[in-house]
Nanobody, 123 residues
């Protein structure tokens, strides 16, 4: 089992920045992929970014150039640095961990989820 705890959400104005953190505990040695998803009210969940053990990253087109995912293996923590935030970035953000490699398309299926942290961007 892997437990994930997020922090760092909040409210900012458009153009602002936030950094989300996710600390993993438990059987972290088995995790191959870490990432972030988000879900806005009335919308489907969206994969935001992911990073594998080798540091290879993927991003949703909507956040490329603005968001950066990183990981600190020594701290069992991964981060999502969000810059130039827009109102459409408003959502509940969830960190996730997966035990299987990403598909060649970049998609992956999380096995574990954090509790979520709210990000609100005002115009």
């Amino acid at each position: 089992q892997v437990q994930l705890v997020e922090s760092g959400g909040g409210s900012v104005q458009s153009g602002g920045s936030l950094r989300l953190s996710c600390v993993a505990s438990g059987d972290t040695y088995s995790v191959l992929v870490l990432g972030w998803f988000r879900q806005a009210p009335g919308k489907e969940p969206e994969g935001v970014a992911s990073i594998d053990r080798d540091g290879s990253t993927t991003y949703a087109d909507s956040v490329k150039g603005r968001f950066t995912i990183s990981r600190d293996n020594a701290k069992n923590t991964h981060y999502l640095e969000m810059n130039n935030l827009k109102p459409e970035d408003t959502a509940m953000y969830y960190c996730a961990a997966g035990l299987l490699r990403r598909c060649t398309s970049g998609s992956w299926g999380p096995n574990y989820w954090g509790q979520g942290t709210q990000v609100t961007v005002s115009a």
